[in-house]
């Protein structure tokens, strides 16, 4: 039987086109004689000729500024004001780094002091991406972890955050917020009351916002919007908008384009004290600098083809077919998972991830323990090796206590998708019936 | 006028031309439609098609596994043993990692302890390449400096390296030997006896020995050859080669490839305890991969094109003309240098760089010390305002006291070069009146 993986947030992988678009601008870039080829579109043609003149020596290979290409910057301070509704943004506040995940660990750097006498701490959702909470225990912070309400669609709450900052008191210096929307592993998204609530807590508190928005161009859940923090925080108005400190995360890996492989990201920092802005030069520029590819594919997501634009129409189909697919499944998905005996799915609204909760039988989680292996992990190397199906244990994303779930990646084909729970089911209701 | 920058190791961005066969591949597996193309070799062709079946998904834009892809572990070992004439070496013990630069900074997480009662020291040379002290600093380690023997054209001595080592007790504990081969800045290469007595004092006081050997392919000063460490240390036989602690770092930023921006590099570990090899790995995740396209320009540099080859006609074109290059700067510079009064510089030998010694008039160093600069630093900031020449000063690499230098990186094409040398000339015969 083949194995079908639904593990990863890794679009390419689980089997969604590149954007034709994007690998011929890159091509070219790579070849620059394809300029004179008449197979490529002339936009293509032209924009690799305007990227190719910002890069220094007109090459890719050369090394960029520790923050990355200038007009690269630019084209994403223009990117995020467009999408801002024409909140201003400074091309110097961006940073282009390796991947996003690159620059959480770089920001993590500006925040945490181990020569303190407590340790730094940082709020973390449970459930919550787990690079994140490895780069804060290889940098030796704190995981300060505060719940999300799965009744509530996994939503994030003020007075659970108040709770969790409490309770760190003596534990950690407690410095920063960090807040992944749309959701990983939850498929949640916020609306902008919550954010607005979040933002006056972390100004009361002094807490540096985090705000990991890396999936912003996957929501199409009913009713759901997205908003980034920085349109928020800047239309909140004075004092906060001047006040509170937010980095704001972006990547090439996810959305439409999924070029995780390519590695390139980049956080904009707001409101920070230009002291600390140098010192952030200073870190960011420990890597000497971003991969040019992954820099010039954010360039590229700042700015699709056009309506008009000979690439317009191959653009706008392989995008409407990703987004149907999305849009399609984001519906589906759990209402599938929610028909299924003793599972339940909160309803998606954005993001690549599915968390349905698997109510496990009694037997099997003794059985579990006897292997010494936390329940959903079991459930999940029973589900591959009887059912060739790859997912991921909520373990690995922290859950309340006895609760169990798995992690399913929706950015998927439909077919890909179909097969996949078809296999769960079947699986899990044999699961129940072996154990109850 | 216009400005030449000579300050950069950057060959792209030095006026080099990227290897036609290189990016070939790499515009190919970005765009495998080009496959069809009839405007691409047949062996660009295969090798895009094969690496591109070594990418999960089959796209460059997915992520690798954090060491990186198997295949391409396998081509960069497979070189690394064709390179030491038969000694073996583990794909398991390859690492692929943004660029060489990031991998110092990965190997140095493993040496460095934080909660020990003396901070980690790290024998470092003087003069050396400037972003591992940054290294160093960021991780909160000391620059134990040894200096290197600038009147035997910068050798590397092992009684100063003792020296150095004694003076460090008390004041860090030194776990490690940083060796930069061929030398940046000095233009220096190793010879295999060097390298045999330095092994050997790196066993007998149990140090960790670092080999930054990126400038590896860049050897063409009379008489000198590259050894690779691993090579010698393989061959001193038992116990050395099986006990010794290396890491040998290569990239493909240097050499005839010179792709900076795709931020490629690798790490061999060799004789590591398998513990340390697992918390390895451990720490190479935390970037989640190293870019794609840098790690398919690390296997196209492990495997160009060979005799016979649709594509080698050209590359051997192209690599014989920036050798030929090489070989004329390497010589020819150091002899113009040596020309001018006031100046004196070794001979060179491999690597990018040379570093002559400035005699500056005392009123030349006077008038630096009233403007609050260092004297050479002073020098290169006349040198580019009135020349247009941007070179590095002496006091970034570190040098022995009262003493002052300036780097050109010589892979620069010849008209280049030799504007940039008369225009010095002017300016330094100039400059040794005004102050004299
Ligand atoms: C929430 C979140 N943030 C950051 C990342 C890192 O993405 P990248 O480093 O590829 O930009 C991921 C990857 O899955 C993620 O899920
Ligand atoms: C001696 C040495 N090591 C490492 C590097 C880093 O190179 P990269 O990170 O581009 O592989 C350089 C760059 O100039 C260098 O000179």
Known sequence: ?????????????????????????????????????????????????????????????????????????????????????????????????SGSQRSLMLVLKLLVHNQASLPTGVLTAVPSYTAFKSALQTLGATVVPYYLDEEQGWAMEVEELR????????????????????????????????????????????????ADEVYQESVFGEGSEFVSYKKVLSEMGPPLSHTVELASFHSASKGFMGECGLRGGYVELVNLDPAVMRYAYTIFSTD??????????????????????????????????????????????????????????????????VFPRLYLPQAAIEKAKVVGMQPDLWYCKQLLEEAGVCVRPGCEYGQTEGNHHIRLCVMTPVETMEEVLKRLKNFHLHFLKEFS
Chains 1, 2 share one sequence.
């Open 163 to 210: 709770r969790a900052l409490q309770a760190s008191k003596g534990i950690c210096n407690t410095v920063a917020l960090y807040v992944i929307n749309p959701g990983n592993p939850t498929g949640h998204v916020q609306s902008r009351k919550c954010i607005e609530e979040v933002i006056r807590f972390a100004a009361e508190e002094r807490l540096f916002l985090m």
């Open 288 to 353: 000497i600098c971003a991969p040019v590819t992954g820099q010039l594919a954010l360039e590229l997501m700042a700015n699709p083809p056009r309506p008009g634009d000979p690439s317009y129409p191959v653009y706008a189909q392989e995008t409407q077919s990703i987004q149907a697919m999305l849009v399609h499944n984001m519906n589906w998905v759990p209402e599938v998972l929610n028909n299924i005996p003793g599972i339940s799915c909160q309803p998606m609204m954005g993001g690549a991830f």
């Open 1 to 97: 039987m083949d194995v079908i993986d639904v593990s990863w947030g890794d679009p390419h992988r689980g089997g969604l086109k590149p954007l034709t678009f994007v690998r011929q601008v890159l091509a070219a870039c790579f070849y620059p004689e394809l300029v004179q080829s008449d197979k490529l579109p002339v936009d293509v043609k032209q924009r690799a000729r305007s990227l190719l003149s910002a890069c220094d020596g007109g090459s890719v290979g050369s090394y960029t500024l520790s923050d990355g290409i200038s007009y690269i910057q630019c084209s994403v301070s223009n990117f995020i004001s467009r999408r801002d509704g024409g909140v201003p943004s400074s091309p110097e506040n961006i940073f282009m780094t």
